[in-house]
């Protein structure tokens, strides 16, 4: 009997898929997340000869798809663009209706992306050092932009503040295009942003780079330093990837990783990855796995520590 159970899963799991694929995104179209979320889409498409269909479903930080994919049936049919914002999510929420770590199963992680410290060209501060140096000697007096509360250029920032030790004041906006103009108008001072948002206005001039929030320098600024080299152990980074309703079979997870990590070695999808200011970020389903668990634990404690809510 046990054999008899095991043939049909094992042929229905060779056959994956036999119909489209929704692949669901937390967010609205035009962003990293949906960006990336059809890069992917796009290749395995066409490495598993079905179509794999991308559905934005924005609110609440991500959660409404989360939701909708943690109570989908587990056959490897509804999958989601999880990323940064599901570890941030876990403290930011007081009432969630699951578990991510535990009602999502990692399939594969697809980037690692970071953003940029950058200030108004007027402001006096030009590195790092000495942006610390003014921020200390004139507490509560900076400005610092944020993309809404839990966005990263809050988060990286707030991580900043208690690291470097500086009293900034954050000022929320309803994401970085609302908080750009202000930062190039002086009325906020320093930004922690995406490269995505920030890449024209500081290649333009009209905004001033500091340093990068990843733990080294990267190819887009290689002559930007990182902020770690002057905050050691700083480190601000995100990513993004593919889950699936917990239970899904190993054998559909299997196949999917395989196939994602194909494409993430294909070098027209990493320079398309590269022009989005991001790394590719291979590995295995447990690899996810764990930096889901300790990305989610690092951030827990900043957004503890700061008291930030989003309810």
Not at 53 to 62: I, K, N
Not at 142 to 152: E, R
């Amino acid at each position: 009997m046990a054999a008899a159970l095991t043939v049909p899963r094992a042929a229905f799991a060779l056959d994956y898929p036999t119909r489209p694929v929704h692949l669901l995104v937390g967010y609205a179209a035009g962003g990293v997340n949906d960006i990336i979320a059809r890069l992917t889409a796009q290749w395995l498409s066409r490495r598993l000869g079905q179509q794999f269909v991308v559905e934005d479903r924005p609110g609440a930080g991500s959660n409404l798809a989360t939701e909708q994919v943690v109570r989908a049936a587990p056959d490897g049919y509804t999958l989601l663009e999880a990323s940064s914002s599901n570890g941030f999510n876990a403290a930011l929420y007081d009432k969630l209706s699951f578990d991510f770590i535990r009602d999502i199963a990692p399939v594969a992680s697809t980037i690692r992306s970071y953003n940029v410290m950058e200030v108004t060209p007027s402001f006096p501060a030009k590195t790092v050092p000495d942006f610390i140096a003014y921020a200390k000697a004139n507490p509560g007096k900076v400005n610092m932009a944020s993309a809404g509360i839990g966005s990263t250029p809050q988060l990286y920032g707030e991580l900043f503040k208690s690291m470097a030790g500086v009293d900034l004041v954050t000022v929320h906006y309803r994401g970085s295009g609302a908080a750009l103009p202000d930062l190039i108008g002086g009325q906020c001072q320093v930004m922690f942003d995406s490269v995505v948002s920030s890449m024209a206005h500081i290649r333009s001039g009209a905004l001033h780079a500091l340093a990068v929030t990843s733990a080294t320098r990267v190819d887009a600024f290689p002559d930007l330093p990182a902020i770690a080299e002057f905050v050691p152990g700083y480190e601000g980074t995100g990513w993004q990837g593919i889950g699936a309703p917990r239970n899904t079979p190993a054998e559909i997870v299997t196949a999917l990783n395989e196939a994602i990590n194909a494409g993430l070695a294909d070098a027209d999808f990493k320079a398309r990855v590269d022009e989005l200011g991001a790394d590719v970020l291979p590995g295995s389903p447990s690899d996810f796995g764990r930096l889901i668990a300790d990305y989610t634990e690092k951030w827990g404690k900043v957004i503890r520590a700061a008291g930030i809510k989003a309810e």
